[in-house]
């Protein structure tokens, strides 16, 4: 059983900077992505960014330029700093990672909350 432990969320104010940081343990052969989704009322989790084992990151449009991805394949680790947040940054996020053979895992949730 693999378990995802997330850490990071919190609350700030429009223009600020927050870093997410999630670890895997458990028994696994090797992780193929990671990523971290966010959960947008009334409808499925949408990926923010993510990462796989060769490098490259996939980062949603209202990401791109903002937020930054970081993933430590040999350490199990996976880190999204958010930077210059604005109010419809609010919402919960989740790790997510994919270890093949449809196997994956989500974290719990962290909260981040964007106000003034």
């Known amino acids: 059983q693999v378990q995802l432990v997330e850490s990071g969320g919190g609350a700030v104010q429009p223009g600020e900077s927050l870093t997410l940081s999630c670890e895997a343990s458990g028994t696994f052969y090797r992780i193929y992505a990671m990523g971290w989704y966010r959960q947008v009322p009334g409808k499925q989790r949408e990926m923010v960014a993510a990462?796989?084992?060769?490098?490259?990151?996939f980062y949603a449009d209202s990401a791109k330029g903002r937020f930054i991805i970081s993933g430590d394949f040999a350490k199990n680790l996976v880190s999204l700093q958010l930077n210059n947040l604005k109010p419809e940054d609010t919402d919960v996020y989740y790790c997510?990672?994919?270890?093949?053979?449809?196997?994956?895992?989500w974290g719990q949730g962290t909260q981040v909350t964007v106000s003034s």
């Open positions: 997510h990672m994919d270890f093949g053979l449809a196997r994956d895992s």
């Open positions: 990462v796989n084992a060769a490098g490259t990151k």
